[in-house]
């Protein structure tokens, strides 16, 4: 057990043997603890060198020896939900000594990814996908009449979701021979029954039971009452003393809960598992930062670590803006009884743990469910309540025809405190917020206001609360500029913007978290710069004074430049027939690699020195002679 981070690289003799799986596959089954205890070991040295997830990945030790033991990867394809606990097996996959590069530019994703291993079958990093990505690899082997073997390895929180449902009971219509493991390290489906639950699950995942399960079938299918008789007597033995019935009337052999942690138990499931065909779940029951103490009292704590330090980091100026959404949905609560908060599974991260300890019956966490947390909302409202939904940008595209079809399309009062929106640094282009305002300025009926600092969040938050309608406020990750908060609640003129300062020949529209750089700009050429607060509705009457007083007007956004908040402007200034020049900023037709949230933007282009020189050229067209 280990109950420090690891600050020297660990002696790690048998693991540095093992630099892919066929050296791992080449070892005795009883030297395979040892090297799940050098693992681990080498985990930890390695995330603290660099940050990451690592709480999953602890967990997953034994379990990820066992599958890359018994499957032969990467011609079995081996399917990760999430990714978060997928260091182990990037260890074992050729990617050891690029450990120390993990989420750093041009270095390792923190994520499984197609394009930096021939072991990743499959890119993730939104949840639940698993199980649809690898039954539509089993049945493309099949059709290709390849043996070769398909297994998804989900948690169990990750199992919430709708989809993940939805791609069992296509598996089992479809007798796809594929091996489903149910990762529960936070035993949220089922507890342990005991020993008998042992017993029975070491009998149904064996070869001789299920050899002798089929040939039963095909003997008892021919005398319908004894067939009828022994079908019910099993199902009723396995609802009796196994939590595992709704798998096992979804059309899967169910086998568990076992051990997670225990290698035997696991190769041995594995190893017979590999040869039962059709749809088979393994319900394996783990702990979540196994073999390190800290992290094993404190899962949720420690899901992921920051760097180690060798001196203490300087504080950030201002608050996250997730603090600012939390204090304000907590003083909201307190004078409005209507208030009622929703996340998917975000609880910590939107900043609503003080909330849901003040208000526990106004608060649903329901999971990951993205649509479901949607609808709840727009049904909340049918009924005359409030409701606030707090999402990250990236998962609210997995609710789009939630939001239009069940929200905006009946004009629903539901307001959407939309998180990380805009670059997210070393968790990347899976997370980054970068199509929120190009996907939402197209609905019908929706209010989008972006803040640029601290102080404007909880104003326009409450702005958006307080419209009868559909509204979002999008926000980015991590503090702002550290503008003081006014601790009243106040909303701000719906559809208006604010200039910020008066210049010459420029002007620059910011909108969204961009002010900063767009002042620092304006000062440097003497630009006028407005903050316009709202991309829905626009401050037209600002766009067309900017448009008339200046030769150049320039749009400013952390979205994509596709359909965003410049887009919006330009589409204005055509329907009135205004030709002045305008330079859309944002980011480009490209995803964006993890790196530091500043290096990503400036990689756009959007920090002070790149607007300014992207200003300056296009400038110097306008001024060249034809």
């Known amino acids: 057990m280990f109950n420090e981070i690891p600050t020297q690289r660990p002696d790690t003799p048998l693991l540095d043997r093992v630099h892919f799986p066929e050296q791992l596959r080449e070892l005795k089954e009883k030297q395979l603890p040892q090297l799940a205890e050098e693992l681990r070991a080498f985990l930890l040295y390695s995330v603290g060198q660099t940050g990451g997830h690592f709480g999953a990945g602890l967990g997953v030790v034994e379990l990820t020896l066992a599958l890359h033991y018994v499957y032969h990867t990467p011609e079995d394809r081996l399917v990760w939900d999430v990714g978060h606990q997928t260091y182990p097996h990037k260890i074992l996959t050729g990617r050891r000594e690029k450990m120390h590069t993990m989420r750093q530019a041009d270095g390792l994703s923190g994520f499984p990814r197609r394009e930096e291993s021939e072991f990743d079958a499959f890119g993730v990093g939104h949840s639940s996908t698993s199980l649809s990505a690898a039954l539509g690899m089993a049945l493309g082997s099949r059709m290709a009449g390849s043996e070769r073997k398909t297994v998804a390895v989900i948690g169990d929180g990750a199992m919430t979701a709708g989809m993940?449902?939805?791609?069992?009971?296509?598996?089992?219509?479809?007798?796809?021979?594929?091996?489903?493991?149910?990762?529960?390290?936070?035993?949220?489906?089922?507890?342990?029954?005991?020993?008998?639950?042992t017993y029975l699950s070491k009998v149904w995942g064996s070869k001789f039971y299920n050899s002798l399960r089929e040939g039963s079938k095909q003997v008892l299918t021919k005398i319908p009452t004894a067939w009828e008789f022994a079908?019910?007597?099993?199902e009723h033995l396995k609802g009796f003393m196994s939590p595992g019935t709704l798998f096992e009337e979804m059309g899967f052999n169910y086998v568990g809960p076992i051990d997670g942690h225990d290698l035997p138990s696991l190769i041995s499931y594995l190893s017979n598992l590999r040869d039962v065909k059709g749809p088979k779940l393994l319900h394996v029951i783990t702990r979540k930062g196994k073999g390190f103490g800290p992290a094993e009292e404190d899962p949720v704590g420690y899901h992921a670590l920051n760097k180690l330090e060798r001196s203490p980091k300087a504080a950030a100026p201002g608050m996250k803006y997730q603090q600012v959404f939390g204090q304000w949905l907590c003083d909201v609560a307190t004078q409005e009884p209507r208030l009622l908060a929703i996340t998917p599974a975000m609880c910590e991260g939107s900043g609503m743990v003080e909330f849901?300890?003040?208000?526990?019956?106004r608060f649903y966490d329901v999971a990951i469910a993205e649509q479901h947390a949607v609808t709840l909302a727009a049904g909340l409202a049918c009924e005359g309540q409030k409701p606030v939904v707090a999402i990250y940008s990236t998962f609210l595209q997995r609710a789009y025809d939630q939001l239009i079809?069940?929200?905006?399309?009946?004009?629903?009062?539901?307001?959407?405190?939309?998180?990380?929106?805009?670059?997210?640094?070393?968790?990347?282009?899976?997370h980054a917020g970068s199509f929120d305002l190009t996907y939402l300025r197209c609905i019908p009926n929706m209010v989008i206001a972006t803040p640029s600092n601290e102080n404007e969040c909880r104003q326009l938050l409450h702005t958006a609360w307080q419209h009868p309608?559909?509204?979002?406020?999008?926000?980015?990750r991590g503090t702002g500029p550290g503008a003081p908060i006014d601790p009243n609640l106040q909303s701000l003129p719906l559809g208006k913007g604010?200039?910020?300062r008066h210049g010459e020949t420029v002007a620059i529209l910011s909108f969204g978290a961009s002010l900063q750089a767009?002042?620092?700009?304006?000062?440097?050429?003497?630009?006028?710069?407005?903050?316009?607060?709202?991309?829905?509705?626009?401050?037209?009457?600002l766009i067309e004074r900017m448009a008339h007083e200046h030769k150049?007007?320039?749009?400013?956004e952390e979205n994509a430049v596709a359909g965003g908040a410049g887009s919006a402007v330009s589409e204005h200034l055509n329907s009135l027939g205004l030709v002045t020049p305008l330079l859309q900023l944002g980011f480009a037709d490209r995803f964006v690699e993890h790196d530091k949230q500043q290096r990503q933007l400036a990689s756009q282009g959007l920090d002070a020195t790149g607007i300014e020189q992207s200003i300056r050229a296009r400038l110097a067209l306008l001024q060249a002679p034809d």
Do not use: W
């Not at 997210?424 to 282009?429: L, P």
């Not at 309608?469 to 980015?476: D, E, M, Q, S, T």
């Open 469 to 476: 309608g559909p509204a979002a406020v999008r926000y980015p």
């Open 164 to 197: 993940a449902f939805e791609a069992l009971n296509h598996a089992a219509h479809t007798h796809t021979d594929m091996l489903v493991i149910l990762n529960d390290n936070n035993m949220s489906i089922s507890p342990n029954v005991g020993g008998m639950a």
């Open 552 to 556: 150049l007007l320039i749009t400013l």
């Open 405 to 430: 079809h069940d929200v905006a399309l009946q004009n629903l009062d539901v307001t959407f405190a939309i998180d990380r929106a805009g670059m997210v640094g070393e968790d990347g282009a899976s």
């Open 231 to 234: 079908r019910r007597t099993e």
């Open 518 to 541: 767009a002042l620092q700009v304006g000062e440097s050429l003497n630009a006028s710069v407005c903050d316009m607060r709202f991309v829905k509705p626009l401050d037209q009457e």
């Open 356 to 361: 849901a300890k003040q208000f526990p019956d």
């Open 498 to 500: 604010v200039q910020k």
